[in-house]
């Protein structure tokens, strides 16, 4: 009896890897990179048979020839076509969505023509601006006015306190000369300070 055949040697003939040829029979759909460079290189060597074989022979070689050139143009077109479909429906979804977000804007806000020089203000923000530049310059020229007119007053009123506490040495006893100017000087600052308590 005859050994029955190892089917190792079946299964390595049938798990053999696809020769160049087969990249003409996939779809234009599934060809890789790999698949374009064996058919670059099919063409490649039946040019090259052209060319190195007798005259006889040259009829048959360009038909097999024209036979893939014209498979390649068949996948070329295929590939274009579906191609120019994708870009017509990219071009479709993008004025759709064009659309779409120009009715969002016109819904969210009303339609609002500002001028170059103006803003919109948020009244619910805390951090909103609540006054004028001339507004804030008028408060500060205001305040260091008020300013000037208390040191002017705390002046005048520790020279009316320095005067009274003279005239109350006047009674007790001798005073001093400065004292004495004093006195005489918060008499004046007296008046003085009236004058300025109607000034203001």
């Not at 003939?13 to 698949?35: C, I, M, N, V, Y």
């Not at 048979?49 to 295929?78: D, H, N, Y």
């Not at 000037?148 to 007790?172: F, H, N, P, R």
Request: proline share 6%; glycine share 4%; hydrophobic share 30%.
């Amino acid at each position: 009896a005859e050994p029955p055949p190892a089917r190792h040697q079946e299964e390595g003939e049938e798990e053999e890897e696809p020769g160049p040829e087969s990249a003409f029979e996939k779809s234009p759909f599934q060809l890789t990179a790999e698949d374009v460079y064996d058919i670059s290189y099919l063409v490649g060597r039946e040019i090259l048979k052209i060319s190195s074989e007798p005259q006889g022979e040259v009829p048959t070689r360009v038909a097999q020839l024209q036979f893939k050139i014209v498979r390649i143009l068949e996948m070329l077109e295929a590939l274009v076509n579906e191609s120019n479909l994708t870009v017509e429906e990219l071009k479709m979804e993008r004025d759709n969505l064009k659309k779409e977000v120009e009715g969002l804007r016109k819904e969210a806000s009303p339609s609002i023509c500002l001028g170059p020089d103006k803003m919109i203000i948020d009244l619910t923000d805390p951090n909103r601006p609540r006054f004028t530049l001339q507004e804030l310059r008028d408060v500060l020229q205001e305040r260091n006015q008020l300013k000037a007119q208390l040191l002017i007053a705390q002046e005048e009123l520790q020279c009316y306190k320095s005067g009274t506490i003279s005239q109350k040495e006047d009674q007790a006893g001798p005073m001093e000369k400065e004292s004495t100017v004093c006195s005489s000087s918060g008499s004046s600052k007296s008046n003085e300070e009236k004058t300025i308590i109607k000034r203001l």
